[in-house]
């Protein structure tokens, strides 16, 4: 062989050896094995599934980049339809007719209430009965949020809170309720992590709960996507028979 046939023959197994390596990357995308899967979350979803539903994906997924931010719905439901992000977990879910929204969690309210409350003395706490005490709602916008789910809670058990604050996001509103400012209704979920100040107690009285869902768009073909669901899925169902 020539000198310049053996330098053509080197670089003709290097082309092969990049065009296969090439291709094994492109299928592994394709199956949604490799590559990058945007997900935006709401605070209060921090708690609960979701961390697990991460740590399974990243677990069945390593080679997926997982890119992760906080949102609130609003912001959440304009990112996911200019494409900013591939999946919204939002509370309780993203109207659009662009978006296809999938259920995740469906759980009970409960009370946060300061250490110090003189509510915590008593056996049974009715929601009927708070109608004089402060009440921490978020987020403050945009509205209709959350913190009209809550209101129109207590308007079915006949009152109005006299007093309320409003707090941009649940983390704030959370930290109000450790210094005493008042008492707020979040999810079950959110008692099984410990904050310093705070008590979570079961109450009796209108109670529809709360919903996490997977919202993403309906022409959002990608294999990760699907993937991720498929694990949230799998995720929910091992956490409600345990």
């Not at 197994?13 to 065009?19: A, F, I, M, S, Y």
């Amino acid at each position: 062989m020539t000198q310049a046939g053996s330098v053509l023959l080197e670089r003709a197994r290097d082309v092969l050896e990049r065009l296969d390596r090439t291709h094994r990357e492109i299928k592994r995308i394709g199956e949604g094995f490799s590559g990058h899967l945007r997900v935006a979350f709401v605070g209060s979803a921090t708690y609960g599934v979701l961390p697990n539903v991460i740590k399974a994906f990243r677990s069945a997924y390593p080679d997926v980049e997982l890119a992760l931010s906080a949102m609130n719905n609003a912001e959440q439901k304009r990112a996911v339809i200019q494409r900013e992000i591939d999946i919204a977990v939002a509370r309780p879910s993203l109207d659009d007719e662009e978006l296809k929204s999938e259920p995740l969690l469906q759980e009970p309210l409960i009370l946060a209430l300061p250490d110090t409350s003189p509510l915590l003395e008593q056996q049974v706490t009715l929601l009927s009965a708070l109608k004089a005490e402060t009440f921490i709602l978020y987020p403050r916008k945009p509205r209709p949020s959350f913190a009209d789910h809550i209101l129109n809670i207590c308007l079915e058990e006949g009152f109005i809170p006299k007093s309320q604050v409003l707090a941009q996001d649940y983390q704030t509103a959370i930290s109000l309720v450790s210094v005493g400012v008042g008492i707020a209704l979040v999810p079950k979920s959110v008692s099984q992590s410990e904050r310093p100040g705070v008590t979570y107690r079961a109450y009796e009285g209108h109670n529809p709960g709360t919903a996490l869902s997977l919202n993403y768009r309906r022409d959002n073909r990608m294999p990760h996507l699907f993937n991720f669901l498929k694990v949230a899925q799998e995720v929910t169902r091992r956490q409600r028979k345990s």
